[in-house]
């Protein structure tokens, strides 16, 4: 678990200066509609921004324990898991809502479900992988081989990555290579 968070923690620290800030989020939200093809102020990037900053609030209140505006990776580590791992059910609470909705602005054509297209779009500005990351995440997660990465079928991915226990798990290598 503790390399799972340690990466995720890397990731969310957009600009690479050992701490996560309001700005790492608010940078990461612009990636993620640029990359989607929205432009900064549309409507689908204030949504994005306004969910990502709702992210960074609720992480916020629970990791930053000196109220200094930067979450250090201890900070983070110790939230994440009495948040997360010692209460599954607020991943469906805190993070669900937030795959979904950006999944949902990813889905150019609006089938449902991402293409590989879309899901490098997606993965590489929300989950901040590189291009061959994104693509390895995409054969993945699509389990039903139809082409297109499902809400659900990411979601369980996501899930897994963060609450599974087995060391051998595909979903082990969502975010790349652990070490």
Not at 54 to 61: F, I, K, N, R, Y
Request: glycine share 10%.
């Amino acid at each position: 678990m503790a390399k799972k968070l340690a990466r995720r923690f890397q990731v969310w620290d957009y600009d690479g200066n050992g701490v996560i800030e309001q700005v790492d989020f608010v940078r990461r939200g612009r990636r993620l509609a640029v990359g989607l093809g929205f432009s900064v102020g549309s409507p689908e990037h204030q949504v994005i921004h306004e969910t990502f900053v709702q992210q960074w609030d609720a992480l916020a209140g629970a990791a930053d324990t000196d109220a200094d505006g930067k979450i250090t990776e201890p900070e983070y580590v110790a939230a994440f898991t009495s948040l997360i791992v010692e209460h599954p059910e607020a991943f469906d609470e805190l993070y669900a809502p937030l795959i979904r909705l950006t999944m949902q602005l990813a889905d150019a054509d609006g089938d449902g479900g991402l293409d590989r297209a879309e899901w490098l779009n997606w993965a590489t500005g929300y989950l901040g992988q590189s291009a061959d990351e994104a693509g390895a995440s995409f054969e993945l997660l699509d389990h039903n081989g139809d082409g297109k990465v499902s809400t659900e079928e990411a979601q369980k991915g996501i899930r897994e990555f963060y609450l599974g226990t087995d060391p051998n798990a595909d979903a082990n290598l969502l975010l790349g290579p652990l070490d």
